[in-house]
């Protein structure tokens, strides 16, 4: 009797690893269709702009490993060269990064002379931020590929009319955030840097 006596305990227990076992196999069980349209999201022009900007920035990619660079240089060395005069603090509201990370990216800019920073004339605290000739020769390496790019796919999408594309664009940002840009000037957050 006794090596036939089963614990009512190790059946619950027994039963209990079944039921998780059950549960984790349906939890890691594949998936063979497709997320579509009929899950209610627009797929088509999320897939367009992952596949656009991978190869928008593929050709800076390049450029900038020659560099030991990323992406957050490039960001910051765009910015820079097209409002000289920067402060750290309106570039930080721009990027929307941490102030850890944009003192890592700015010290190897500064380092290899491709922006300096300067005391505000008005703010000694503030820090301003300008390219040198050779941060201005990278942002301009770095963009051409990108206008290249740009001019092509207007031309090949029959897109003549470019501000269409602008307001597409501009609708894409944040409406609190969209006073940063102007596509025509220099001008970020209702301020004027440097000269036009």
Do not use: C, W
């Not at 060269?81 to 700015?106: C, F, M, Y």
Request: aromatic fraction near 6%.
């Amino acid at each position: 009797m006794r090596g036939n006596y089963v614990n009512s305990t190790d059946i619950i227990s027994r039963s209990h690893g079944e039921m998780m076992t059950d549960r984790s196999s349906a939890a890691g069980k594949p998936i063979r269709t497709a997320m579509s349209v009929e899950d209610g999201i627009d797929f088509a022009i999320i897939e367009l702009f992952f596949f656009a900007y991978r190869d928008f920035t593929s050709d800076p990619d390049q450029i900038l490993a020659d560099y030991g660079f990323g992406r957050a240089h490039h960001r910051v060395l765009h910015f820079v060269n097209r409002r000289p005069g920067l402060t750290v603090a309106e570039l930080l509201d721009v990027l929307k990064i941490t102030k850890q990370s944009l003192a890592r990216v700015l010290k190897q800019l500064i380092d290899t002379d491709h922006v300096v920073q300067l005391q505000g004339p008005r703010d000694r605290r503030q820090r301003e931020l300008y390219p040198t000739a050779k941060g201005r020769a990278l942002a301009l390496a770095l963009a051409r590929p990108q206008s290249r790019r740009i001019r092509a796919a207007l031309e090949d999408s029959g897109a003549t009319e470019r501000t269409l594309v602008e307001r597409f664009l501009e609708a894409m940002v944040n409406p609190e955030l969209r006073d940063q840009i102007d596509v025509g000037s220099a001008k970020m957050s209702g301020k004027s840097h440097g000269e036009h």
